[in-house]
């Protein structure tokens, strides 16, 4: 079963920086959409970016111009580079395999992120 694995979250303050991680137990991952999702508590998951398996990316306005997300197939893993962090950016971070923007993995546990001064 293909399991995703997400790090680098933590606790930041408004304005700064953190560099998150999703690291794929199978190489399918090379052939595969991606997406990071997060989710604020009591809010639903929502989706954040998308990378295709060419490295075409997309994100959403909220987070156009300070979020970069990237893709190592070499070594099965995703990044998001946030940058200029927000209190609105606090949530817990997932990733996870999309077709037709319908995630196809199960999801893994997450990474918190925390913007707060």
């Known amino acids: 079963q293909v399991r995703v694995a997400e790090s680098g979250g933590g606790l930041v303050q408004p304005g700064g920086s953190l560099r998150l991680s999703c690291a794929a137990s199978t190489t399918i991952f090379r052939s595969r959409d991606m997406a990071w999702y997060r989710q604020a508590p009591g809010k639903q998951r929502e989706l954040v970016a998308t990378?295709?398996?060419?490295?075409?990316?997309n994100y959403v306005d909220s987070v156009k111009g300070r979020f970069t997300i990237s893709r190592d197939n070499a070594k099965n893993t995703m990044y998001l580079q946030m940058n200029s962090l927000k209190p609105e950016d606090t949530a817990v971070y997932y990733c996870n395999a999309v077709i037709s923007m319908a995630t196809i993995w199960p999801w893994g546990q997450g990474t918190q992120v925390t913007v707060s001064s």
């Open positions: 990378v295709t398996n060419g490295g075409r990316t």
